[in-house]
T-cell receptor
Framework: SQTIHQWPATLVQPVGSPLSLECTVE??????LYWYRQAAGRGLQLLFY??????ISSEVPQNLSASRPQDRQFILSSKKLLLSDSGFYLC??????????FGPGTRLLVL | AQTVTQSQPEMSVQEAETVTLSCTYD???????LFWYKQPPSRQMILVIR??????QNATENRFSVNFQKAAKSFSLKISDSQLGDAAMYFC????????????FGKGMKLTVNP
């Protein structure tokens, strides 16, 4: 069966510091991968998605970037965090255009 | 652009009773997927049920079933025999079958289950 991991689970970072969130998927190959952000009390917003190694599409211009160095690894990064980057970040994987399955998420608080 | 609307921010139900969560959406596409996700206090998004727009039959998963009305663009979730573990945020989501990769989410609805 497929599993999806995210780390860290919680992160508190000062404004202006760098960020790296990691997501890995097990039990499948060549998945589509997604990064979503959920602000407090709101639904999810797609940030980036990837259909293959090195292929990244951005949905929302912002302070963040994403990379996919390996087939089942998806990384969300920032060079300098802003207060507005605080939120809950969820990684998801899917096959083709069907269901997306989500990881446990990372709580990011920027102070 | 597609939009998903969940008009009821909160609902409550007594344990063992039935509750229906409403969702409407707007799209000009004819082929798409609709989902209900559950987000418990742990905040992990868990798939509850999926409906394919070209299928007329309503999806069912154990105690969860949907009422899909394509013409009305309505997609409600019925939870039968509610359990304490059903308490969570519930999100309705839309995904194009041939267009954008993203899931379009509603703002969610908080379900409380009273013992």
């Amino acid at each position: 069966s497929q599993t999806i991991h995210q780390w860290p689970a919680t992160l508190v970072q000062p404004v202006g510091s760098p960020l790296s969130l990691e997501c890995t998927v097990e039990g499948t190959s060549n998945p589509n991968l997604y990064w979503y952000r959920q602000a407090a009390g709101r639904g999810l917003q797609l940030l980036f998605y990837s259909v293959g190694i090195g292929q990244i599409s951005s949905e929302v211009p912002q302070n963040l970037s994403a990379s996919r160095p390996q087939d089942r690894q998806f990384i969300l990064s920032s060079k300098k965090l802003l207060l507005s980057d605080s939120g809950f970040y969820l990684c998801a994987w899917g096959r083709g255009r069907e269901t997306q399955y989500f990881g446990p998420g990372t709580r990011l608080l920027v102070l | 652009a597609q939009t998903v609307t969940q008009s009821q921010p909160e609902m409550s139900v007594q344990e063992a009773e039935t509750v229906t969560l409403s969702c409407t959406y707007d799209t000009s596409e004819s082929d798409y997927y609709l989902f209900w996700y559950k987000q418990p206090p742990s905040r992990q998004m868990i798939l509850v049920i999926r409906q394919e727009a070209y299928k007329q039959q309503n999806a069912t998963e154990n105690r969860f079933s949907v009422n899909f009305q394509k013409a009305a663009k309505s997609f409600s979730l019925k939870i039968s025999d509610s359990q304490l573990g059903d308490a969570a945020m519930y999100f309705c989501a839309y995904r194009s079958r041939g267009g954008s990769e993203k899931l379009v989410f509603g703002k969610g609805m908080k379900l409380t289950v009273n013992p």
